[in-house]
């Protein structure tokens, strides 16, 4: 008689919890799942997919501006915000039934609700108990409210993606990249859009570059970007406008404020520092390199670790516990290297070290930029204009950092993440044939250092040395 229910407990059916329970599932482990919520997981209801689903429909709005400059007619396009929604939750149900069957045919059993640790080896889910020789925390994050005055008239990304209607006007406080996107959905499906920044420029913690090319990008777009404003109150009048009152004591008016300020990890309540589980001061639980926690039988994978907090790290991260802990195949996930993408508009990609960081970790490096006018807009007439650049160690030759905002940016920087993990120099970028006419062959004919503005400004310094030398 085996000493426990199962092999493997999971609490929490997202990305990183279905991942791990079902590759463990796969080598034969027997493996439960809880969930109080819908299966998939953030990615699947609450993020990447409905998000992208909404990029795509919101981008026909400048599909049929474009159009015109190509010699189409289009007669004025009508949208139908609930017609869009009813077309999403279709697929999002759909997504849920498919979820539901792979964890079957892995021979994971799925318990629905929510999941509280009792002890080392025990879980208890609706009242019954569960006992398991391992336990897997893969209860994902939450968006973050701040505590001001009439902050329950906001909403978070959970609510945004479900709006009953299209407000007229939006505010978004925060400019990180939940924040882009859903101003770049909602200011192309017609909303007026006003972004609240804590600094000047959006995407704290991308390449300065990038962040300075998109926060024009976005203002050529309409959406009213102001910088250094932050919401003291929020009040809702009898007719349902809300009155935002800034810091600074002026007043917005719009019809929904969308919070998008953060997340934080979902260990609440859980009954993990009851078992001895550590947690940092944000509320994430500690792990090793293992992915495992302060108790040895106890690990934790994706958004609650807040390691980085993208839907394929937490499925890595489940698999390779999976096949150290179930496949005699000791796997740790390297966390460097890990693309990612803003799907705003126009969207962003990056991959490796932002020129700072580059120039922090490695001394002298060599800058390629490349600022253009896309092909397509010569003839659709909009003004956007599409920027990349490659950061290339100076010593070595080899690139450190890929970086584009443009059209398809996320869809070249897969590829360039791949040579970025290869280690790929400039050398071999130069020897790279580009495929012609696309905007990606940028990223192999570029010629033209930047000039370092450290040597720059020494040259210019040098310069001025010599007259008063003599
Ligand atoms: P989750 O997917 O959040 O899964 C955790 C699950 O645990 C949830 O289903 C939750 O209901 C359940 N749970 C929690 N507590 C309990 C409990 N006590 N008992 C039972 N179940 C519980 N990532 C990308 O890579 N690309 C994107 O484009 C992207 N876009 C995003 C857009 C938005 C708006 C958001 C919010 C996130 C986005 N992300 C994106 C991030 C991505 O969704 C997360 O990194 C990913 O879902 C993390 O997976 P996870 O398994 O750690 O957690």
């Known amino acids: 008689m ?9 609490i929490g059916a997202g990305s990183g919890g279905v991942a791990a329970s079902r590759r463990a599932g796969s080598y034969g482990a027997r493996v439960a799942i809880c969930e109080d919520s819908r299966i998939g997981g953030t990615c699947v209801h609450r993020g990447c997919v409905p998000k992208k689903l909404l990029v795509y429909g919101a981008h026909f709005h400048a599909d049929f501006e474009d159009a015109a400059g190509y010699g189409w007619s289009v007669p004025e396009p009508t949208f139908d915000w609930t017609k869009l929604q009813a077309a999403k939750n279709k697929e999002l149900d759909r997504l849920d ?6 964890l079957r045919d ?18 208890e889910v609706g009242g019954k108990r569960y006992t398991a020789e391992r336990l897997l925390v893969a209860t994902g994050s939450h968006p973050f409210l701040p505590e001001i005055p009439g902050i ?16 007229r006007r939006l505010a978004i406080v925060g400019g990180g990249y939940i924040g882009v996107e859903f101003a770049g959905i909602f200011n192309a499906l017609g909303a007026k859009v006003m972004m609240l920044l804590r600094g000047e420029t959006v995407l704290r913690g991308f390449d300065n570059d990038i962040r300075g090319m998109l926060t024009q990008e976005l203002r050529k777009k309409g959406i009213d970007l102001r910088p250094e404003t932050f919401i003291r109150d929020i009040e809702k009048r009898p007719d349902g406008t809300l009155s935002l009152l800034t810091r600074m004591g002026d007043t917005l008016e719009v019809d929904a404020v969308l919070y998008a300020t953060g997340r934080v990890p979902n260990t609440k309540g859980l009954g993990l520092e009851e078992v001895g589980v550590r947690l940092n001061e944000r509320g994430a639980v500690q792990v090793d390199e293992w992915s495992r926690t302060s108790v040895e039988n106890i690990y934790a994978v994706g958004d609650v670790t807040d390691r980085i907090n993208l839907t394929p790290v937490a499925i890595a991260e489940g698999r390779a516990l999976a096949e150290t802990l179930f496949h005699d195949n000791p796997t740790k996930f390297d966390h460097t290297g890990v693309a990612s993408a803003v799907f705003c ?13 580059a120039r922090e970790r490695y001394g002298q490096v060599d800058v390629y930029v490349s600022n253009f ?20 160690e100076r010593a070595s030759g080899r690139v450190l950092g890929f970086h584009m905002v443009g059209a398809d940016a996320p869809e070249i920087i897969q590829g360039m993440a791949v040579a970025l993990k290869c280690g790929v120099t400039k050398k071999q970028l130069d020897a790279t044939v580009g495929i012609h006419p696309t905007a990606a062959e940028e990223f192999v004919t570029m010629r033209d250092k930047r000039p370092d503005p450290e040597e720059a400004a020494a040259q210019e310094r040098g310069r001025d040395a010599v007259p008063h030398a003599h």
Do not use: W
Request: charged letters at 25%; glycine letters at 10%.
């Open 97 to 102: 039934g498919v979820y539901r069957r792979l």
């Open 373 to 392: 006018r896309p092909m397509k807009h010569t003839l659709s007439g909009r003004d956007e204009r599409t920027m990349m650049k490659v950061i290339v």
């Open 2 to 10: 085996p000493q426990y229910d199962f092999d493997l407990f999971t």
């Open 152 to 167: 329950e008239h906001a909403i978070t990304s959970d609510g945004a993606l479900s709006l009953p209607e299209l407000p």
């Open 345 to 357: 508009q126009p969207p962003v990609g990056t991959v490796g070290c932002t020129e700072n960081q």
């Open 106 to 123: 892995s021979g994971v059993q799925l318990i629905e609700g929510r999941g509280r640790v009792v002890d080392a080896h025990t879980v």
